[in-house]
Protein backbone atom coordinates (compact mmCIF):
# COMPACT_ATOMS: atom_id res chain seq x y z
CA UNK A 1 0.00 0.00 0.00
CA UNK A 2 1.12 3.66 -0.90
CA UNK A 3 1.03 6.28 1.98
CA UNK A 4 0.98 9.14 0.78
CA UNK A 5 1.03 11.09 4.64
CA UNK A 6 -2.85 13.42 3.14
CA UNK A 7 -5.28 13.81 5.60
CA UNK A 8 -8.77 13.24 5.46
CA UNK A 9 -10.04 16.51 4.80
CA UNK A 10 -7.30 17.09 2.29
CA UNK A 11 -8.71 13.93 0.29
CA UNK A 12 -12.40 15.19 0.79
CA UNK A 13 -11.42 18.32 -0.57
CA UNK A 14 -9.91 16.46 -3.71
CA UNK A 15 -12.39 14.44 -3.79
CA UNK A 16 -15.29 17.31 -3.71
CA UNK A 17 -13.41 18.99 -7.26
CA UNK A 18 -14.22 16.06 -9.14
CA UNK A 19 -17.98 15.20 -7.10
CA UNK A 20 -19.01 19.25 -7.72
CA UNK A 21 -19.42 18.78 -11.60
CA UNK A 22 -21.36 15.34 -11.34
CA UNK A 23 -23.20 16.58 -8.77
CA UNK A 24 -24.00 19.90 -10.81
CA UNK A 25 -24.48 18.06 -14.11
CA UNK A 26 -27.35 16.33 -11.96
CA UNK A 27 -28.81 18.89 -10.91
CA UNK A 28 -29.13 21.42 -14.02
CA UNK A 29 -30.48 18.39 -15.62
CA UNK A 30 -32.85 17.71 -13.18
CA UNK A 31 -34.08 21.17 -12.94
CA UNK A 32 -34.13 21.14 -17.09
CA UNK A 33 -36.72 18.15 -17.86
CA UNK A 34 -39.39 20.51 -16.27
CA UNK A 35 -38.85 22.14 -19.65
CA UNK A 36 -37.73 19.31 -21.24
CA UNK A 37 -39.06 15.59 -20.23
CA UNK A 38 -36.62 13.89 -22.46
CA UNK A 39 -33.59 15.36 -20.28
CA UNK A 40 -35.35 12.42 -17.76
CA UNK A 41 -32.52 9.94 -19.01
CA UNK A 42 -29.67 11.94 -19.01
CA UNK A 43 -31.06 13.15 -15.56
CA UNK A 44 -31.14 9.75 -14.07
CA UNK A 45 -27.89 8.93 -15.19
CA UNK A 46 -26.19 11.54 -13.69
CA UNK A 47 -28.00 11.11 -10.64
CA UNK A 48 -26.91 7.36 -10.71
CA UNK A 49 -23.60 8.30 -11.29
CA UNK A 50 -23.14 10.70 -7.87
CA UNK A 51 -23.03 6.82 -6.01
CA UNK A 52 -20.91 5.48 -8.36
CA UNK A 53 -18.28 8.03 -7.89
CA UNK A 54 -18.49 8.70 -4.16
CA UNK A 55 -17.58 4.87 -4.15
CA UNK A 56 -14.62 4.80 -6.21
CA UNK A 57 -13.38 7.84 -4.22
CA UNK A 58 -13.92 5.77 -1.11
CA UNK A 59 -12.87 2.54 -1.56
CA UNK A 60 -9.63 4.65 -3.91
CA UNK A 61 -8.44 5.76 -0.20
CA UNK A 62 -9.53 2.12 1.26
CA UNK A 63 -7.09 0.56 -1.44
CA UNK A 64 -4.45 3.47 -0.91
CA UNK A 65 -3.95 4.84 2.68
CA UNK A 66 -4.25 2.49 5.16
CA UNK A 67 -4.29 4.54 7.66
CA UNK A 68 -7.30 6.49 6.61
CA UNK A 69 -9.41 2.79 6.04
CA UNK A 70 -11.18 3.02 9.23
CA UNK A 71 -14.94 3.93 9.00
CA UNK A 72 -14.97 6.87 10.78
CA UNK A 73 -12.48 8.21 8.41
CA UNK A 74 -14.03 7.18 5.26
CA UNK A 75 -17.14 8.59 6.68
CA UNK A 76 -15.47 11.98 7.17
CA UNK A 77 -14.24 12.04 3.92
CA UNK A 78 -17.21 11.34 2.22
CA UNK A 79 -18.86 13.88 4.39
CA UNK A 80 -15.97 16.46 2.76
CA UNK A 81 -16.35 15.64 -0.73
CA UNK A 82 -19.78 15.96 -0.46
CA UNK A 83 -19.41 19.62 1.15
CA UNK A 84 -17.00 20.79 -1.19
CA UNK A 85 -18.44 19.48 -4.08
CA UNK A 86 -21.86 20.53 -3.06
CA UNK A 87 -20.49 24.29 -2.83
CA UNK A 88 -19.12 23.95 -6.48
CA UNK A 89 -22.59 22.74 -7.41
CA UNK A 90 -24.72 25.29 -5.28
CA UNK A 91 -22.23 27.93 -6.88
CA UNK A 92 -22.63 26.68 -10.22
CA UNK A 93 -26.57 26.18 -9.75
CA UNK A 94 -26.52 30.05 -8.33
CA UNK A 95 -24.81 31.82 -11.56
CA UNK A 96 -27.54 29.12 -13.73
CA UNK A 97 -30.49 29.90 -12.14
CA UNK A 98 -29.26 33.88 -12.19
CA UNK A 99 -27.75 34.87 -15.22
CA UNK A 100 -28.82 31.12 -17.27
CA UNK A 101 -32.71 30.95 -16.40
CA UNK A 102 -33.47 33.83 -14.77
CA UNK A 103 -37.29 32.93 -14.63
CA UNK A 104 -36.86 29.59 -13.67
CA UNK A 105 -38.20 29.70 -9.92
CA UNK A 106 -41.14 31.37 -11.03
CA UNK A 107 -41.98 29.14 -14.05
CA UNK A 108 -41.74 26.35 -11.17
CA UNK A 109 -44.26 28.08 -8.86
CA UNK A 110 -46.57 28.87 -11.97
CA UNK A 111 -46.53 25.52 -12.95
CA UNK A 112 -47.57 24.17 -9.38
CA UNK A 113 -50.07 27.34 -9.52
CA UNK A 114 -51.53 25.93 -12.63
CA UNK A 115 -51.82 22.28 -12.03
CA UNK A 116 -52.84 22.90 -8.46
CA UNK A 117 -55.49 25.62 -9.96
CA UNK A 118 -56.74 22.79 -11.80
CA UNK A 119 -57.76 20.00 -9.57
CA UNK A 120 -61.01 19.53 -7.86
CA UNK A 121 -60.18 19.58 -4.57
CA UNK A 122 -60.13 22.39 -2.37
CA UNK A 123 -56.65 21.70 -0.20
CA UNK A 124 -55.17 22.04 -3.47
CA UNK A 125 -56.87 25.01 -4.74
CA UNK A 126 -56.03 26.66 -1.11
CA UNK A 127 -52.32 25.77 -2.09
CA UNK A 128 -52.46 27.19 -5.53
CA UNK A 129 -54.07 30.64 -4.25
CA UNK A 130 -51.59 31.02 -1.40
CA UNK A 131 -48.44 30.27 -3.65
CA UNK A 132 -50.12 33.18 -6.15
CA UNK A 133 -50.38 35.29 -3.20
CA UNK A 134 -46.78 34.88 -2.52
CA UNK A 135 -46.07 35.77 -6.19
CA UNK A 136 -47.79 38.25 -6.49
CA UNK A 137 -46.04 39.85 -3.06
CA UNK A 138 -42.19 38.63 -4.61
CA UNK A 139 -42.12 36.62 -1.61
CA UNK A 140 -40.59 33.42 -3.42
CA UNK A 141 -36.89 32.39 -2.40
CA UNK A 142 -34.13 34.03 -4.57
CA UNK A 143 -31.48 31.99 -6.23
CA UNK A 144 -29.04 32.36 -3.39
CA UNK A 145 -31.60 30.44 -1.06
CA UNK A 146 -32.30 28.46 -3.34
CA UNK A 147 -29.02 27.12 -3.86
CA UNK A 148 -28.41 27.07 -0.02
CA UNK A 149 -30.82 23.97 -0.08
CA UNK A 150 -29.00 22.78 -2.56
CA UNK A 151 -25.98 22.77 -0.59
CA UNK A 152 -28.07 21.85 2.91
CA UNK A 153 -29.29 18.27 0.69
CA UNK A 154 -26.35 17.42 -0.88
CA UNK A 155 -24.43 17.83 2.21
CA UNK A 156 -26.94 16.22 4.52
CA UNK A 157 -27.78 13.61 1.89
CA UNK A 158 -24.00 13.22 1.34
CA UNK A 159 -23.78 12.39 4.49
CA UNK A 160 -25.99 9.42 4.86
CA UNK A 161 -25.03 7.98 1.44
CA UNK A 162 -20.83 8.07 2.93
CA UNK A 163 -21.99 6.56 5.78
CA UNK A 164 -23.46 3.32 3.91
CA UNK A 165 -20.62 3.26 1.56
CA UNK A 166 -18.44 3.32 4.46
CA UNK A 167 -19.68 0.34 5.92
CA UNK A 168 -19.99 -0.89 2.65
CA UNK A 169 -16.53 -0.58 2.11
CA UNK A 170 -15.26 -1.86 5.34
CA UNK A 171 -17.86 -4.93 4.64
CA UNK A 172 -16.33 -6.10 1.64
CA UNK A 173 -12.65 -5.10 1.88
CA UNK A 174 -9.75 -7.95 1.11
CA UNK A 175 -6.82 -8.17 3.25
CA UNK A 176 -4.17 -8.73 1.24
CA UNK A 177 -4.11 -10.22 -2.63
CA UNK A 178 -6.60 -13.71 -2.70
CA UNK A 179 -5.39 -16.61 -2.34
CA UNK A 180 -5.84 -19.86 -4.73
CA UNK A 181 -6.02 -23.15 -3.53
CA UNK A 182 -3.78 -25.37 -5.56
Keep these: MKES ?22 ALLVGATTYNAWMFLPALAAT ?30 GICAFFFGGAIMAALC ?14 QVQTVIDVY ?11 ARTLQR ?8 SAIDIALELLYV ?12 ALIIRKTRRIGPPKFKQ
Excluded: C, K
Excluded at 65 to 70: D, F, G, I, K, W
Excluded at 94 to 107: E, K, L, Q, T
Excluded at 134 to 141: A, K, R, T
Design 134 to 141: LMDSHSLP
Design 94 to 107: YAAMRWVWPGFIID
Design 48 to 77: VAVPVVAYMQLRRTMATQASLATFSALWLQ
Design 117 to 127: GSVDDAEAQNV
Design 154 to 165: AVFTGSLLSMLL
Design 5 to 26: GRSVYALGAENGLVLGPVLTVA
